[in-house]
């Protein structure tokens, strides 16, 4: 069993370029997360989905769209990449006991 | 009120000794509680769920008290390797958004030899 996984693991983008992260797992969880982390922020959650075709807005969605068009995958993307977006992004997956189990990260700067 | 609250730290401590971190939360409705950790560079993993009753595995004993609005982790006998950042973890509690978990900014924990 792979877990939680997130590709890519770094990226470097410039100012107004798009891109997708994806994450993906085999646990058969319903919820599934999408977070950035900057240094003295902790974690904030982006968006995240309670079942396959369902998304929800978090702390902070505006610049990032989602899609859970099958229950294993959730995508986030960046339509037109900002400076502020340079962060850690990381994806997360729950069961109804909503414990999270995170994959390793995706470290995106954006110059 | 901070919807999640935690100790700033960091908490420096020598190995052996006994170590509290206390969490306060805001929404009365929550009903899910969680400490994670989190090295360095690497992604938080859940430690222990925190239950009404209190639990314990092995050196690590978490308590709620929902009168208060808070959380506690006690780490007995700490070793090196528990040196990371303690994540208090609290859901919103009501409706649709019983999904969606509010980390605390966390507390960073360094064990000295």
């Given at each position: 069993?792979?877990?939680v ?5 770094f990226r470097?983008?410039k ?7 994806l994450c993906?797992?085999d ?9 950035r982390?900057?240094p003295?922020?902790g ?7 309670v079942?396959e075709?369902t998304?929800?807005?978090?702390e902070?969605?505006d610049?990032y ?9 959730f995508?986030?993307?960046?339509e037109?990449a900002a400076?502020?977006q340079?962060?850690v992004?990381?994806?997360?997956t729950?069961?109804?006991?909503y414990e999270?189990?995170f994959?390793p990260?995706t470290r995106?700067t954006v110059? | 009120?901070?919807e999640?609250e935690?100790d700033p730290g ?8 006994t170590?509290?971190f ?10 899910s509680f ?5 090295d360095c560079?690497k992604?938080p993993?859940l430690?222990m769920?925190?239950y ?8 690590f004993t978490?308590?709620?008290n929902?009168?208060s ?6 780490i007995r006998?700490s ?7 303690y994540l208090?973890v ?7 958004s019983q999904?969606?978990l ?6 960073k924990?360094s064990?000295k030899p």
């Amino acid at each position: 069993n792979a877990g939680v996984t997130q590709t890519p693991k770094f990226r470097v983008l410039k100012t107004g370029q798009s891109m997708t992260l994806l994450c993906a797992q085999d646990m058969n969880h319903e919820y599934m997360y999408w977070y950035r982390q900057d240094p003295g922020m902790g974690l904030r959650l982006i968006h995240y989905s309670v079942g396959e075709g369902t998304t929800a807005k978090g702390e902070v969605p505006d610049g990032y769209n989602v899609s859970r068009l099958k229950k294993q995958n959730f995508l986030l993307g960046l339509e037109s990449a900002a400076p502020s977006q340079t962060s850690v992004y990381f994806c997360a997956t729950a069961d109804s006991t909503y414990e999270q189990y995170f994959g390793p990260g995706t470290r995106l700067t954006v110059t | 009120r901070k919807e999640v609250e935690q100790d700033p730290g960091p908490f420096n401590v020598p190995e052996g000794a006994t170590v509290a971190f206390n969490c306060t939360y805001s929404n009365s409705a929550s009903q899910s509680f969680f400490w994670y950790r989190q090295d360095c560079r690497k992604e938080p993993k859940l430690l222990m769920s925190v239950y009404s009753s209190g639990n314990e595995d092995g050196r690590f004993t978490a308590q709620l008290n929902r009168a208060s609005q808070y959380i506690s982790l006690l780490i007995r006998d700490s070793k090196l390797s528990d040196s990371a950042t303690y994540l208090c973890v609290v859901n919103k509690g009501y409706g649709g958004s019983q999904g969606n978990l509010i980390f605390g900014k966390g507390t960073k924990l360094s064990v000295k030899p």
